[in-house]
């Protein structure tokens, strides 16, 4: 007989209460992706246009020479705008195989074999990518409010635009959480994930450019709510107090951002099941 | 839950898959230790481990795991049953050890913990030396040692396994078979064993639940239901005009369960006593030559093709 029977054992330790799993999901999640170079380069480029606003923040609040560069509440949406681009990026990176690889793999039905409620699977999946949306969205921009604190040397333009902290955190949230629930969904309506990907940049493509047409048509921009991305400038524009760039009024663009949440949690109740039922 | 209070009830279960019935009206218990469930393929096994984990929702009847509504506590269920699939099915992008301690985690164990028995398991299921690579690039036998690794990590008081040794070569096979075995007689864990195929729920378990098309057609112990109610033959004949199929027809109208088997010999189940004269007086009204002829022992096989009508 060994010394220690290296054979299985009963478990007599300590087990956490139910309703944290979707931290452990999201914890290996974002873990996952930090092994991978390319995202972190990815995730690095993403900070680049910082850089640039806090060197323009610097010499604004430094150099007489660059007063035209003085800081206005247009600067954080422009920068929220900007970011745009790796927000598209991030998302069909980072997003597109978060459940389309669960699904290739069968692993759906070992993650429900466990305490986890379908919610808390997608709680923490949407987790994954909220964090990394966030980190180059909200993140950022409420660093930049900070740095151009800290180079002015007082709070005159903080204090003069005070509803810039929630414009920010507002905007950025409803961004966020609109992308990542939007690919979260198409994530779970295939096992492939360069699909999901090619399929996200396909709608936002052709509802943009579906608009192009019609404001060619029309000779107005009312029609701007069949476009998401269009969507979130005209809210943006509202919630950052500018004036609005098309017709179409923004409730009806928050509207459609509201809709699209609720599909996309429609779609994804649906679709994260145990078993896949043909019927 | 009480000692005297089955691992698993079912009563009244019914479960459908749009208009395809998978069981019907299934009332059924499990003991404690290790029961078979057996069946041909589609005869509703792994509905039913599903159902039992929540997965699926039976259109009518109710079910208990551990003394627990599945209906009601799922979720405390789920943290107390451990489920091996029967498809292949890893969670992407992770290696063994940190596949199985994240499965830990996400039944309830603190990471270090998780960690720890991550290993242990690993080296139990023996993949101790390829705990280290991606399961992405395991045989299909190390696939099948995975599945029971994440499934035992987080020490369940029941296992629920959905056909273990598919795809495995014969040694993985007879390893696996060991490895349930000891779960079930040495390590004091509970299982459900769903399988199609007899010798592995014969070396396995104590008990069996045979269903045939969403059904149980028998349960109970093994060794009971191995009991001889009669005597068991195997029988050859030469038939005229080879005619067998009178001639088992014969068999049957007389009462006698008969099931062929791989050779040409055919198995067959007389009730009570004096059996060879009722097969010879059998023989001789149809003109047939019996050319072989002796008593058997009663197997799972017998009890298995009784339950589902095999021919």
């Not at chain 2, 019907?24 to 792994?46: E, Q």
């Amino acid at each position: 007989m060994p010394i220690h029977d290296q054979g299985y054992r009963r478990y007599g330790g300590q087990r956490a209460p139910r309703g944290r799993a979707w931290a452990v999901i999201a914890k290996a999640g974002i873990r996952t992706r930090l092994g991978q170079r390319a995202f972190l380069a990815l995730l690095l480029l993403s900070w680049l246009p910082f850089l640039v606003r806090a060197v323009q923040l610097y010499a604004a609040a430094n150099l007489p020479q660059a007063a035209f560069l003085a800081p206005t509440p247009g600067l954080f949406r422009q920068f929220l705008e900007q970011q745009g681009i790796f927000v598209f990026f991030l998302t069909v990176y980072g997003g597109a195989g978060l459940i389309a690889h669960d699904r290739r793999a069968n692993a759906l039905q070992i993650y429900l074999s466990k305490p986890v409620t379908r919610a808390e699977y997608v709680f923490g999946k949407l987790a994954i990518l909220m964090a990394w949306l966030l980190l180059v969205t909200w993140v950022p921009a409420i660093l930049l409010l900070a740095v151009q604190i800290a180079f002015a040397g007082n709070v005159e333009f903080f204090r003069g635009n005070l509803y810039l902290f929630p414009a920010i955190t507002m905007f950025a949230f409803l961004e966020v959480i609109t992308v990542s629930t939007a690919m979260l969904a198409l994530s779970s309506l295939s096992t492939s994930s360069r699909y999901v990907g090619i399929l996200y940049a396909a709608l936002l493509f052709f509802s943009e450019a579906l608009f192009g047409v019609l404001r060619l048509v029309a000779g107005n921009t009312r029609l701007s709510w069949i476009s998401v991305p269009f969507d979130l400038n005209q809210v943006g524009d509202a919630i950052f107090r500018l004036p609005l760039r098309y017709d179409t009024p923004w409730p009806l663009s928050l509207a459609v951002l509201v809709l699209l949440v609720a599909v996309s949690g429609f779609v994804l109740e649906r679709r994260v099941r145990g078993v896949e039922v043909i019927a | 839950m009480p000692d005297s209070e089955p691992v698993v009830a079912l009563v009244n279960v019914s479960v459908a898959y749009g208009a395809t019935v998978a069981l019907r009206d299934v009332t059924a218990s499990f003991a404690g230790g290790a029961v078979g469930l057996l069946g041909p393929n589609g005869a509703g096994k792994s509905t039913m481990l599903r159902s039992l984990l929540g997965f699926v929702a039976p259109t009518t009847g109710h079910m208990r795991v551990l003394g627990l509504d599945v209906a009601k506590s799922p979720l405390e269920i789920r943290s107390r049953v451990g489920y091996m699939p029967e498809s292949d099915a890893h969670i992407p992008g992770m290696n063994a050890v940190t596949f199985v301690a994240y499965c830990g985690e996400l039944a309830g164990l603190p990471p270090v913990d998780a960690m720890q028995r991550a290993h242990e398991v690993l080296f139990y299921v023996g993949l101790g030396e390829a705990r280290y690579r991606n399961v992405e690039t395991y045989s299909t036998g190390m696939k099948q040692r995975i599945k029971l690794a994440q499934a035992l990590v987080h020490d369940p008081d029941l296992l629920l396994l959905d056909e273990p040794t598919n795809g495995m070569d014969p040694k993985g096979r007879d390893e696996m078979l060991e490895l349930v075995r000891d779960l079930g007689h040495n390590k004091g864990v509970n299982l459900i064993l769903s399988s199609h195929l007899l010798p592995d729920v014969e070396y396995t378990c104590d008990q069996v639940v045979v269903m045939d098309k969403g059904s149980v057609a028998v349960n109970g112990p093994i060794a009971s239901l191995k009991q001889p109610r009669g005597q068991v033959f195997e029988l050859r004949v030469k038939t005229r005009g080879a005619n067998i199929e009178a001639f088992i027809g014969s068999l049957r109208a007389a009462g006698l369960d008969c099931h062929a088997t791989d050779e040409d010999v055919m198995r067959v189940f007389v009730p009570g006593a004096d059996g060879a004269r009722r097969l010879f007086a059998i023989a001789a009204a149809e003109q047939a030559q019996v050319r072989h002829l002796r008593p058997s022992v009663p197997t799972l096989d017998d009890v298995f093709a009784s339950a589902v009508g095999e021919a």
